[in-house]
Nanobody, 114 residues
């Protein structure tokens, strides 16, 4: 059974940085597209960034140039480097694997203070 576990969230001041990690169990990690989503209070869950199995990336306009998604297949781990954070980035961030009906992690809270 594949499981995704996020880590790295926390409280940071505006302009600061955080790096999120998503560790996956199971041998399929290296062949599946992955992504980071976020959900702010009262808002729908939205795609932040995605990465294919070979490293092609895509970003939401709101984070383009500030966030970087990456993966190390040998470590079954995906990352999201977040720089120049703003209060609008405050949300629960979820790791997602494109597999079956979709696999989600439990989420990690990111709070950016002004």
């Amino acid at each position: 059974q594949v499981q995704l576990v996020e880590s790295g969230g926390g409280l940071v001041q505006a302009g600061g940085s955080l790096r999120l990690s998503c560790a996956a169990s199971g041998a399929i990690f290296g062949i599946r597209p992955m992504g980071w989503f976020r959900q702010a209070p009262g808002k729908q869950r939205e795609l932040v960034a995605s990465i294919t199995s070979v490293g092609s990336t895509n970003y939401a306009d709101s984070v383009q140039g500030r966030f970087t998604i990456s993966r190390v297949n040998a470590k079954n781990t995906m990352y999201l480097q977040m720089n120049n954070l703003t209060p609008e980035d405050t949300a629960v961030y979820y790791c997602h694997m494109d597999w079956g009906n979709g696999l989600w992690g439990q989420g990690t809270q990111v709070t950016v203070s002004s």
